[in-house]
């Protein structure tokens, strides 16, 4: 257990529907990454949040979205779903957002179980 | 832009062989590269990671080494093991773009260890 949930495990829904995927990190870890796994693609970095504020952007789509909350949790909304967008989606942690070789592990990202969502 | 390319895409090896994966990455200020391990429908899991201070880095079984001038890093895996089956991603952290720790990872290597 890496200590990052995640929820729901398993998403169905249909296509133009909208879904929110939810992130909690380890106790601690102020960042969080999204990442798209999909069969074709491989691990896509999303997008990564810290402290509450966006940091880095991957090549997240328009319709999706996220955000961190003041108790460090964070959201993925996926929109207007199209079937591409079956994947599993899973969000990481750690401890800061500016990592540096003096820095230690706190730059080591810890993997959620994922949430796999499935657009019929 | 960044990229990471890892090969083999499959490997096949015998109980007790050797395996190795190798990445090459793009971004030659990139200073973090860690290596996951993700099983069927499980989360990827760290299972070791490497500095671009140091050339290599060991831990029982598995080792990695860095070589910064070629932009590539390698996965060993001695005396393999059945349970070692699964699919290992490498990944590179850019310096650039702010140096804000994502990961770039590479297609990921399925690694079949036969009894």
């Known amino acids: 257990d890496s200590g990052v949930t995640q929820t729901p495990k398993h998403l169905i829904t249909a296509t133009g529907q909208r879904v929110t995927l939810r992130c909690s990190p380890r106790?601690?870890?102020?960042?969080v990454y999204w990442y798209q796994q999909s069969l074709d693609q491989g691990l896509q970095f999303l997008i990564q949040?810290?402290?509450?504020?966006?940091?880095a952007k991957g090549n997240i789509l328009e319709r999706f979205s996220a955000q961190q909350f003041p108790d460090l949790h964070s959201e993925l909304n996926l929109s207007s779903l199209e079937l591409g967008d079956s994947a599993l989606y899973f969000c990481?942690?750690?401890?800061?957002?500016?990592?540096?070789?003096?820095?230690?592990?706190?730059?080591?990202?810890?993997f959620g179980p994922g949430t796999r969502l499935t657009v019929l | 832009g960044e990229n990471v390319e890892q090969h083999p895409s499959t490997l096949s090896v015998q109980e007790g062989d050797s395996a190795v994966i190798k990445c090459t990455y793009s971004?030659?200020?990139?200073?973090?590269f860690p290596w996951y391990k993700q099983e069927l429908g499980k989360r990827p899991q760290l299972i070791i990671d490497?500095?671009?201070?140091?050339g290599e880095k060991k831990d029982q079984r598995i080792a990695v080494t860095l070589n910064k001038t070629a932009k590539h890093f390698s996965l060993h895996i001695t005396e393999t093991q059945p349970e070692d089956s699964a699919v290992y991603f490498c990944?590179?952290?850019?310096?650039?773009?702010?140096?804000?720790?994502?990961?770039?990872f590479g297609q990921g290597t399925t690694l079949q260890v036969k009894p």
């Open positions: 106790s601690g870890d102020l960042s």
């Open positions: 990944a590179a952290s850019p310096y650039g773009s702010g140096n804000t720790g994502k990961l770039i």
């Open positions: 490497i500095r671009s201070n140091v």
């Open positions: 990481a942690s750690s401890g800061g957002g500016f990592p540096s070789l003096a820095s230690g592990s706190t730059d080591t990202q810890y």
């Open positions: 949040y810290y402290n509450g504020e966006e940091r």
């Open positions: 971004d030659s200020a990139s200073n973090y």
